[in-house]
DNA sequence: ACAATATCCTGCGAGC
DNA sequence: TGCTCGCAGGATATTG
């Protein structure tokens, strides 16, 4: 399920490969990311913007299949294969991109300790798990990051951000870039569909501690770790290392 | 302002 | 072997 770390490394792939080329006439000169949503940038300012979503493939030179939803061809004969078995998934041309940088939240990596403490003493309510994939609250976060974020964070999923300690924020924050990071390193986590710009597997699911781990002994304690149903989703946790 | 639930969709695996 | 059923979840809409 391609989260921040999964289309930033589709992006880094992408732009070294078609950077110059011309989509529909027009030149690329950028392939940026914002939260889990790609962008193709032309030079007058225009843009492809692409979500995957669910079950999303974007393959440079990739092959048609029946998941096959949309072709990108570029001038010279090379093509981007948008793939999408759940159909989830969206691609649109847009004028600019100011829409989306105004609908969505701060960028993870290039937030500073100040701000986010800043934006979360507004959510004091909130239940820090469900908070941390809003992607209104902060843009790029999904199920997988955010139960590994809190595991390494050792904060419980349904703690409110008013029970936080400040050191408890910065952990939080701290953990949420090394994660983030770490994955984008190891090219994201391939659960199921995920495949990279080249239809290559992602390697950070070999490093996660908890997602879909229930049942199996945390790595730091030995506990079993457990699984609860939060806002519809399932959230995966050590009951000892993170404490309500 | 929050939580819970349904919705879209298809593939997969468990259980019988 | 083959069937049904539940589950996976990003984002949004709806209801509480």
Redesign the pocket.
Known sequence: ???LPEVETIRQQLAKSIIGKKLQGKEIVRVRRR???LIIGFRDGQAVII?P??TGQLIFEGSVS??TRHIFRFEGGTKLIFND????GWWKKVENTKKIEK?LGVEPLKINKKTFKNILSR?????IK?LL?D??FIAGI???YSDEILYAAKIHPLR?VMTLSSKEIERVLRNTKKILKSAISHQGSSI?NFRDAFGRKGNFARFHKV??KEGQKCTRCGNRIK?L??????AHYCPKCQKI
Do not use: D, T, V
């Open positions: 399920m391609p989260e939260g889990k949503i979500h979503k669910m029946k998941h078995i759940r159909k989830f609908e959510r004091q309510n909130a239940r469900p994939m992607q209104k999904g199920n997988i409110k199921r997602y879909q699984r149903k939060l806002g519809g989703r399932s």
